[in-house]
């Protein structure tokens, strides 16, 4: 079993940056891919990072790309999300996923067989 703990959300005026963390709490041998979701208000969980554990792959959402960085420590068992020029509409919980299996989708949440418990964003002035 593999827990994920996420952290660094908060609140942050329009055009600032927060970086946020997750930690798998045990061996990551069998992790093939780790991903950032994120959910607003009334709305559907959506992809928005994903990178690959050994290789460093990195695909992202149109929505954030060139604002958003993912990026992984393993000897941490660490994956990161740097968000910069962030707007209101980034508001959002934010969750950290794993996936174990090399095949299937990697934007789609069934995808992806661990979760943590999520960090609120807050973009506001």
């Known amino acids: 079993q593999v827990q994920l703990v ?5 609140l942050v005026q329009p055009g600032g940056s927060l970086r946020l963390s997750c930690v798998l709490s045990r061996r990551t041998v069998s992790i093939y891919r780790m991903a950032w979701f994120r959910q607003a208000p009334g ?3 959506e992809f928005v990072a994903t990178i690959t554990w050994t ?13 958003f960085t993912i990026s992984r420590d393993s000897a941490q068992r ?3 999300l740097q968000m ?8 959002a919980v934010y969750y950290c ?8 989708g990697y934007s789609q949440e069934g995808a992806y ?4 418990q999520g ?4 973009v506001s002035s």
């Open 6 to 10: 996420e952290s660094g959300g908060g």
């Open 119 to 122: 960090t609120q964003i807050t």
């Open 97 to 104: 996923a794993a996936k174990t299996r090399t095949s299937g």
């Open 55 to 67: 290789s460093g792959n990195t695909i992202y959402d149109d929505s954030v790309a060139g604002r």
């Open 43 to 45: 709305k559907e969980r």
């Open 78 to 80: 660490t994956v990161y």
């Open 113 to 116: 067989d661990y979760w943590g």
């Open 84 to 91: 910069n020029s962030l707007k209101p509409d980034d508001t």
